[in-house]
């Protein structure tokens, strides 16, 4: 029904397809104020219970908003000491502010002084959610504060982590508006270029833009019921135009095969919808299926990219299967370059180097091995840490206000660890908050029982102990010295987690929030990873019959992963491209970013195996020569997998110019993930590999194989001009399955 459709009535797809679109830009138009803010919460975590008792029971929790106060008369100043606790009077009694307090508040440890006597800052604990704090509360509290102090000589900065990270999505919503500005052209130009044919680049571009404006549009609908991160939309954008483009392209060189073939342009239509169609929606399983592995974790921002990755693969399909095939078969022959003529698929040089790789198997295979492995092995250093304000560039206000803390301050009271104690008496407190206390790197401990250093007691908490109480349960504040946090916050938590205490206690705080984000991605990992392999082997196995080419592909898909790794180690963690792209390396990686690379690149990476395959299987199918099957499938599939890694690559490369180092990250990463995978693996190693596998490439035991024979993919049968043209070999110029 669809083929008949799109080949025999295209102007009325078109037109419905142009309404859809419309619906969708008119639903994603306001895509950006739906989506969230997410923290890096853990569902379930002990620091997630801390968070929640502290709130509900004590009316407090780790600071998330901070002002650097500096003055260069000094913060013990009269009037500077003035205007610190006017600041902090205004913060305390602003709406949606729990608790506030300062250098100036009377008791106040001096550890919120910075060591030259120049800064010092003010702390304030909000409740709710990261969109009302970073959304709505920080926007007013930075305007109350500019507009109640004008003073020169008092420089006042709104920081925390809140506003840190609203920074962040701020600065990520306009690198995804510029993104777009690059991109469609870039894109559009490069179309240009693989077809001579303006209209049908434009035709291939506007199918990439029915995938983002599809997706946005489907992101909207689905924030109504769960939390989706803002960074989905950028996921959405390069994913969109880059997967839209690359099925669109695969379309279009089918099509153009088929006419080549002889057919006229209804049956090519036919032809095209029926076996690229094909093809793209096995590939769309398996890109979907990796991104779908996402939804293990139970974290917001990682689920909001399997929403992502999951609506785009949707809407790439329609777009490539429905509308672009629709406006193929109106342009008719006008598709074809001037002067076009067939190339046999053994001529071309991809075909040449497959056939050159294939007479010596063993030494390209070696060779192409050792260059991945030796690109991929900085990756073995890899550490994971938590992201701070050095994912933006110096020059941001917040950025710059934790450059002057981390040099002019031992210590920062927001990254405290919070424990909370039940059914705990005072002398038993005091004693754990003396051991806590002799913890290596932490300064100072506060508690009912008073504040506890190095194992002393250094102060009373006589006329203060009724702040850390309610009823039988209790909290303790420790300050960790910022060298031992920044060294592995995930030792001092254990360390203090590990302390003996003779009642339950609760070990909370930001550094501790960070530890149980982190080890929840890394215990779902596992099965995230099983799930991932699960899957794909299932859908090769479908399209190929054999357990041989899944397996060999999804050694593939992990070399040219590594070298995706390797180079974020040695050029975000080491920090080699900091020069050429301006961020701060801080010695770690965010665990979220790597996770979410190897699920897209993954996908990505089964895609052009899938097409790949597909077209070797059929020329498999038809010669039954194992040997000249590879060459001929790549030679009519490499430059067509090549031109479509080069505009998928180059979406994800212009994120390289963003101000935020994830998207850097994700550029770079996901363009050199692709390219590598385009060319060192399809185009020497999988060559190499199956002429060394011969028909063992399609083997399968004998019940897979009746299995197969009942539920497997079959290339459908060829129209009268394809089997003609195939009787003589005279293939077209490489296109996709």
């Keep these: ?247 669109g392209l695969f379309m279009t060189y089918r099509f153009r095969e088929e006419l080549r073939r002889g057919s006229d342009p209804e049956q090519a239509t036919k032809d095209a919808v029926r076996s690229a169609g094909r093809t793209i929606l096995f590939s769309g399983a398996t890109v979907a299926a990796s991104l779908a592995a996402l939804f293990v974790f139970p974290l917001p921002f990682l689920s909001s990219f399997a929403y992502a990755g999951i609506a785009v693969v949707l809407t790439a399909i329609i777009g490539s299967t429905v509308f672009l095939p629709a406006v193929l078969r109106l342009l008719g022959t006008r598709v074809l370059r001037r002067n076009d003529v067939a190339v046999a698929a053994e001529a071309g040089g991809w075909a040449r180097l497959a056939s050159r790789v294939m007479r010596r198997p063993v030494a390209f295979g070696a060779l192409g091995m050792v260059v991945l492995i030796a690109l991929g092995a900085p990756a073995l250093a890899a550490e994971f840490g938590a992201p701070d304000d050095r994912l933006l560039r110096a020059g941001q206000p917040v950025r710059d206000m934790y450059d002057t803390i981390r040099e002019d301050f031992d210590a920062e009271d927001a990254d405290a660890v919070y424990i909370v104690a039940q059914s705990a008496t005072d002398a038993e407190i005091g004693r754990f908050a003396r051991d806590v206390s002799l913890v290596d790197g932490i300064l100072r401990v506060d508690s009912p029982a008073g504040s506890f250093r190095d194992g002393a007691l250094v102060e009373s908490a006589e006329a203060d102990a009724g702040r850390f109480r309610d009823g039988d349960a209790a909290y303790l504040t420790a300050l960790p010295a910022s060298d031992r946090l920044s060294d592995d916050p995930g030792d001092l938590v254990a360390d203090v987690r590990a302390v003996d205490r003779a009642f339950p206690a609760l070990v909370g705080g930001y550094p501790a929030e960070l530890v149980d984000y982190r080890a929840a991605v890394s215990e779902r990992l596992p099965v995230v990873l099983v799930l991932i392999f699960a899957v794909t082997f299932v859908l090769l196995f479908l399209m190929t019959g054999s357990v041989v080419a899944p397996l060999k592909a999804s050694v593939l898909n992990l070399l040219s992963l590594s070298v995706m790794f390797g180079v974020l180690v040695w050029g975000f963690q080491e920090g080699a491209l900091a020069p050429l792209l301006g961020f701060t390396p801080t010695g770690v990686i965010e665990p979220s970013i790597p996770l979410l690379m190897f699920c897209v690149a993954y996908g990505l990476s089964m895609d052009y195996e899938v097409f790949l395959l597909a077209r070797i299987k059929e020329e498999y199918d038809l010669t039954g020569d194992p040997r000249a099957s590879v060459v001929r499938g790549i030679g009519r599939s490499a430059p067509l997998i090549g031109a479509a890694a080069l505009t998928l690559g180059t979406s994800f490369l212009v994120y390289a110019t963003s101000e935020v180092t994830f998207l850097q990250q994700l550029g770079v990463g996901m363009a050199l993930a692709v390219l590598i995978d385009a060319t060192v693996i399809r185009g020497i190693l999988l060559p190499a590999f199956m002429r060394l596998a011969g028909r063992a490439n399609w083997w399968a035991p004998a019940p897979l194989r009746r299995l197969h024979a009942r539920i497997g993919w079959r290339e459908p049968a060829l129209s009268a001009g394809a089997l003609e043209s195939s009787a003589r070999r005279g293939l077209s110029e490489p296109a996709a399955p």
Excluded: H
């Design 1 to 247: 029904m669809l083929v008949r459709a799109v080949s025999t009535r295209p102007r009325t797809v078109i037109t419905v397809t142009a309404v859809i679109f419309a619906i969708y830009l008119a639903l994603g138009a306001a895509v950006f104020d739906a989506l969230s803010l997410n923290r890096y919460d853990a569902p379930g975590s002990e620091s997630l219970q801390v968070r929640t008792a502290l709130a509900d029971r004590f009316g407090t929790g780790s600071p998330n908003i901070a002002v650097l106060v500096e003055s260069d008369s000094g913060v013990d100043d009269p009037a500077v000491a003035a205007a610190g606790r006017e600041v902090t009077a205004l913060i305390a009694e602003f709406p949606g502010i729990g608790e506030a307090w300062s250098y100036w508040t009377p008791g106040a440890p001096a550890s919120l002084a910075g060591t030259d006597g120049t800064t010092a800052l003010v702390l304030a604990w909000a409740s709710g959610d990261a969109d009302l704090v970073r959304g709505e509360l920080l926007p007013a509290l930075d305007a109350a504060i500019d507009g109640q102090f004008d003073d020169p000589s008092v420089r006042l900065t709104l920081g925390g982590a809140d506003e840190v990270f609203r920074t962040v999505a701020e600065q990520a919503r306009a690198d995804f508006l510029r993104a777009e500005m690059i991109v469609v052209p870039l894109v559009l130009g490069l179309l240009w270029l693989v077809y001579r044919r303006f209209r049908v680049a434009l035709a291939t571009l506007t199918v990439g833009l029915y995938s983002v404006a599809g997706t946005l549009a489907i992101l909207r609908l689905v924030s109504g019921f769960t939390d989706i991160s803002t960074f989905a939309a950028n996921i959405a954008l390069v994913m969109g135009i880059g997967l839209g483009v690359d099925y």
